[in-house]
């Protein structure tokens, strides 16, 4: 998973729904260093609301999704996307 390009993850789950892991694994493959450039918010929903994984990129993009029927390599595919394009301008900026 390419997360050199995050700039804020927020996550809304509750653990103890099928949802939480894939949001767990998520947070989890976001490397110790890349955690202190990179904002995580974390909510803990109880209630009827929908689970929620939200990344900011360093280009203000923002993508979004709910993590409540996918799997963990469903999000990591969804965000890697928009991560080697960013990657592809970097490589051809230098």
Excluded: W
Excluded at 28 to 33: A, K, L, N, S, T
Excluded at 42 to 67: A, C, H, R, S
Aim: net charge positive.
């Amino acid at each position: 998973m390419i997360t050199k390009y995050f700039t804020k993850v927020s996550v809304r789950f509750n653990p103890f729904s099928e949802a939480a892991k894939p949001v767990r694994l998520f947070i989890g493959r976001i490397p110790g260093v890349q955690k202190s450039g990179c904002t995580i918010d974390y909510k803990i929903l109880n209630g009827n609301e929908e689970p929620l994984v939200k990344v900011t990129f360093k280009d203000k993009n923002v993508m979004e999704i709910n993590p409540e029927n996918k799997r963990f390599e469903d999000l990591r595919a969804y965000f890697d996307a928009h991560s080697r394009k960013l990657a592809l301008k970097d490589a051809i900026s230098e």
